[in-house]
């Protein structure tokens, strides 16, 4: 039977890595790109699988500074909310791979009505530990759907 018991340094990078994944959509809510882009590799992989798993790359970006179009585009919603689901994470040392959910709700203007867009999204993600700290290296994230209706304030 393996073992249940999470040393206390599991336990310190299991955490760390989770307000890694938390501070990502902190940072997208408070549309503060450049500390979103702190929470990555200078070396980083990003791609966006804006038609779900089992499709092509919408957008495949290499390095930190490539990341700025991404995050500057949320500039275009009124307001945003991801809500971070269930996560999972496998450790080996100072690399770790995850996948986590979230919810991300998307508040604009169309033709003068107010509406609300839902994303259902996964990110796969590998994780490397840089002086200490956890950092993005690599990060897929896939949308699974999206329903968009009207909104009333």
């Not at 599991?10 to 989770?18: S, V």
């Not at 938390?22 to 038609?51: I, N, P, S, W």
Request: proline letters at 3%; one cysteine or more; glycine letters at 6%.
């Amino acid at each position: 039977m393996p073992s249940t018991e999470i040393t206390p340094r599991e336990a310190a990078d299991r955490l760390a890595i989770r307000e890694l994944i938390d501070a990502y959509a902190h940072c997208a809510d408070r549309r503060d790109a450049d500390g979103q882009k702190a929470l990555f590799t200078e070396d980083t992989h990003f791609l966006v699988y804006m038609e779900g798993p089992g499709t092509e790359a919408t957008q495949e970006l290499n390095g930190r500074n490539a990341l700025t179009p991404v995050f500057d585009d949320l500039n275009r919603y009124q307001a945003t909310t991801h809500f971070n689901g269930q996560s999972t994470i496998a450790l080996d040392g100072d690399r770790a791979t995850g996948e986590s959910y979230c919810l991300a709700h998307h508040l604009f203007t169309e033709n003068g009505t107010r509406k609300l867009m839902i994303a259902s999204l996964r990110y796969l993600d590998s994780f490397v530990k840089i002086g200490g700290a956890w950092l993005f290296a690599e990060r897929q994230l896939y949308v699974d759907w999206t329903e968009t209706r009207q909104s009333q304030p």
